[in-house]
């Protein structure tokens, strides 16, 4: 499996970001593909989740109405829409992928094998 993650960049508070996680070698029919972030000095936290198959989506409480993952299905190709923006949301963004992950288990970044090299995203205040 590998994962292409893009879309970082330095934006304005309040602003907006699409990311996106191209994803090839394999069937991702029964994966899931979360969003993490590290925040500097910070440990890897949990974003979002889209398991590939039925589209039910998982957010962390804190990104929740700001933030809005999905996937396209003829892409293999996850994003992340990203908006009002805030200084505090500054992070090296990672998406993952997992197979078979039960609900318990989606928001754990240890429950993902494989990895995204991740992309920058600064806010400026």
């Known amino acids: 499996v590998q994962l292409q993650a893009s879309g970082g960049g330095l934006v304005q508070a309040g602003g907006s970001l699409r990311l996106s996680c191209a994803a090839s070698g394999s069937t991702f029919s029964s994966y899931a593909m979360g969003w993490f972030r590290q925040r500097p000095g910070k440990e890897r936290e949990f974003v979002a989740a889209?398991?590939?198959?039925?589209?039910?989506?998982y957010y962390a409480d804190s990104e929740k109405g700001r933030f809005t993952i999905s996937r396209d299905n003829a892409k293999n190709t996850v994003y992340l829409q990203m908006n009002s923006l805030k200084p505090e949301d500054t992070a090296i963004y990672y998406c993952?992928?997992?197979?078979?992950?039960?609900?318990?288990?989606?928001?754990?970044?240890?429950?993902?094998?494989?990895w995204g090299q991740g992309t920058l995203v600064t806010v400026s205040s």
């Open positions: 889209v398991r590939w198959s039925t589209g039910a989506t």
């Open positions: 993952a992928a997992a197979p078979r992950l039960i609900l318990s288990m989606i928001r754990l970044s240890t429950s993902y094998h494989n």
